[in-house]
């Protein structure tokens, strides 16, 4: 049985990231802040240490910022578990045209379902709509689709407290934390999220009791 996971804004060779996100350099054991070679090595570790083979993971924006043969050697290695990766692209993807072989799957939004009858832990098939931005509203989203989405890293920590069914997973983010997310952990908190309530009863509720939430 293969595994599904989740993650978003790795920014791998981003020379930058580390500035804009200080939080890593605790998360990694860093002292330098110019010291994207441990940064790069830290994720791949974490990367290799969880994927195998046949393994699903999608990656939902702003992957790798380096020039091409960086890039290159960058897939080479995130593409030696024999995992199969799936890119949403994000605003700083710019050279994955160049790798598209690499990639089981390239979109801007993804709309996926994911079968019960292939995932044991599911309670019924289980929808999922992946765009590297937080959207207001999305496909199917009446029917209790998830939003799975990255971009805001972890400057709006209070984006998943609300009744909306969208999820940062982000690598910053409270539910990644430095790793990849895995379905059943995506899946856990939607369960908790409809606090036992099929998802029209609770999409039916929300659009009663909260004036901002957005069919």
């Known amino acids: 049985m293969y595994k599904v996971y989740f993650i978003s804004d790795l920014h791998l060779s981003h020379k930058?990231?580390?500035k804009y996100q200080p939080n890593r350099m605790e998360m990694m054991g860093l002292t330098d802040v110019d010291d994207i070679e441990k940064h790069d090595e830290y994720i791949l570790n974490m990367w290799k240490s969880t994927l195998k083979r046949g393994d699903h993971v999608y990656v939902l924006g702003d992957m790798i910022l380096a020039n091409y043969e960086q890039?290159?050697?960058l897939m080479n290695q995130l593409k030696s578990t024999g995992c199969k990766i799936h890119l949403i692209i994000?605003?700083?993807d710019?050279?994955?045209?160049f790798f598209s072989n690499l990639f089981e799957s390239i979109d801007t939004i993804k709309y996926t379902i994911f079968k019960k009858s292939t995932f044991d832990f599911l309670?019924?098939?289980?929808?999922?709509v992946m765009c590297h931005y937080p959207l207001v509203t999305w496909q199917h989203k009446t029917r209790g689709c998830v939003c799975l989405h990255g971009h805001t890293h972890n400057h709006s920590p209070w984006e998943n407290e609300g009744v909306d069914l969208r999820l940062n997973v982000g690598f910053d983010s409270t539910m990644s934390n430095g790793k990849l997310i895995s379905l059943e952990e995506i899946y856990a908190w939607y369960k908790e999220k409809l606090h036992g309530l099929s998802p029209f009863e609770y999409i039916e509720e929300c659009s009663r009791n909260v004036?901002?939430?957005v069919r």
């Open 16 to 18: 930058n990231i580390l």
């Open 90 to 92: 994000g605003n700083h």
């Open 123 to 128: 309670d019924a098939d289980f929808r999922v």
């Open 211 to 213: 004036p901002t939430f």
């Open 94 to 97: 710019k050279k994955y045209e």
């Open 71 to 73: 890039t290159k050697k």
